[in-house]
């Protein structure tokens, strides 16, 4: 049986009274928003290409609201490697608490040239920057 991979918590943001809905509960479309910025700098990161967009981000299962003064934190995995795209997996949840506030099962980027045409990038699993720059320096 094939694991899934453990999510990276590296984004935590505050909710802020502009966060909020009429229910004075954080607003959906301003976490979306942060969930999409933060999949995107992974994707790039991951692809080492500045030219990705999203192309598709399955059903959102928001599980719990937070409120102002509430600290979440963004977890994201890349799951899989396509020719031109990533795949990776979301959950939300409560720095404080870890209750889930939301889950995302699939958001996929395409990487594209710089004529905004969907290119290969070569990858197939995830490497960190850090790795990278190792490899750099040795040579």
């Known amino acids: 049986?094939?694991?899934?991979p453990e999510l990276n918590f590296?984004?935590?943001r505050w909710?802020?009274?502009?966060?909020?809905n009429p229910n004075q509960t954080l607003f959906g479309g301003s976490l979306l928003k942060?969930?999409?910025?933060?999949a995107v700098i992974y994707a790039i990161i991951q692809l080492e290409n500045p030219h990705v967009v999203t192309k598709l981000?399955?059903?959102?299962?928001?599980?719990s609201a937070p409120r102002q003064g509430d600290i979440i934190e963004l977890g994201i995995v890349a799951t899989k490697f396509g020719?031109?795209?990533l795949t990776m997996r979301c959950e939300v949840r409560n720095k404080l608490t870890q209750q889930k506030v939301l889950t995302i099962d699939r958001m996929v980027f395409v990487n594209l040239d710089e004529h905004g045409v969907p290119q290969p990038h070569g990858k197939t699993e995830v490497t960190y920057v850090?790795?990278?720059?190792?490899k750099k320096g040795e040579e």
């Open 1 to 4: 049986m094939k694991s899934t």
């Open 57 to 63: 981000i399955s059903e959102i299962n928001f599980i």
């Open 15 to 20: 909710v802020k009274p502009e966060d909020l």
């Open 83 to 85: 020719v031109t795209s």
């Open 34 to 38: 942060w969930i999409d910025e933060e």
């Open 10 to 12: 590296h984004t935590r």
């Open 130 to 134: 850090k790795d990278r720059l190792k």
